[in-house]
């Protein structure tokens, strides 16, 4: 098949091997970056971090939400394009398997549940698409029952931070006790990190260990 962006050769529905350097190049530089939220920083210290300690313990990310691999999201998400999540799921199953420390390998993985409104929309949704493909090539546990909606919420898109935390606020419950376990959210994108902050924090409450966020691309 023909490479999603430059319509070269690729193989079996990924990039070619230079359009999948560039979306990930950013990631390879020696840009400074936080440990915790994988923000690109421009001077030592996390705005994000330091002004609250995020209730998870790591992000992995694919790729920088930035030319051209923001297109590739805006693609799956808002042009239905299905065949990007088996993409997606190599992207980041080559992150986590480059990331330092190493995934404990009884590291139980999560999808972020969709709304009904996105389902409707998309007729998919796209963090569980991508958790689907990536579970069996890091060989861990996929548990999407572990993590439900407690009720629809809003549409994030063009929120601020400060409404986007607020709109995230108890949207998820964790209906199982989690003791000691090793949490892996899985989403596209992102942004805040709010959605995972409350997701953390209940998974925390039920007694998960640490709670770890894999996502394709980081703002």
């Not at 023909?2 to 319509?7: A, M, Q, V």
């Amino acid at each position: 098949p023909d490479c999603t962006l430059c319509r070269g050769k690729s193989r079996g529905l990924q990039l070619c091997d230079a359009c999948r350097l560039d979306v990930i190049r950013s990631m390879a530089t020696p840009t400074p970056r936080c440990a915790v939220c994988a923000l690109a920083l421009a001077q030592p210290g996390c705005p994000d971090c330091a002004a609250r300690r995020p209730a998870f313990d790591r992000v992995i990310a694919a790729f920088d939400y930035a030319a051209p691999g923001d297109l590739l999201i805006q693609h799956f998400k808002a042009r239905h394009r299905f065949s990007h999540a088996r993409m997606f799921s190599d992207l980041v199953a080559a992150a986590v398997l480059a990331a330092k420390p190493a995934l404990p390998e009884h590291t139980i993985m999560v999808p972020v549940p969709a709304s009904r409104a996105s389902l409707k929309r998309r007729g998919f949704n796209p963090a569980a698409e991508i958790a689907r493909g990536l579970a069996p090539r890091l060989s861990l546990a996929l548990r999407p029952e572990l993590l439900v909606r407690a009720r629809e919420g809003v549409r994030q898109t063009g929120l601020s931070r400060a409404g986007r935390i607020a709109g995230v606020e108890r949207l998820y419950e964790c209906p199982y006790r989690v003791e000691h376990a090793v949490i892996a959210v899985v989403d596209d994108v992102l942004t805040t990190g709010s959605t995972l902050e409350s997701i953390a924090r209940e998974f925390k409450e039920a007694g998960a260990a640490s709670v770890i966020g894999l996502v394709v691309a980081r703002t």
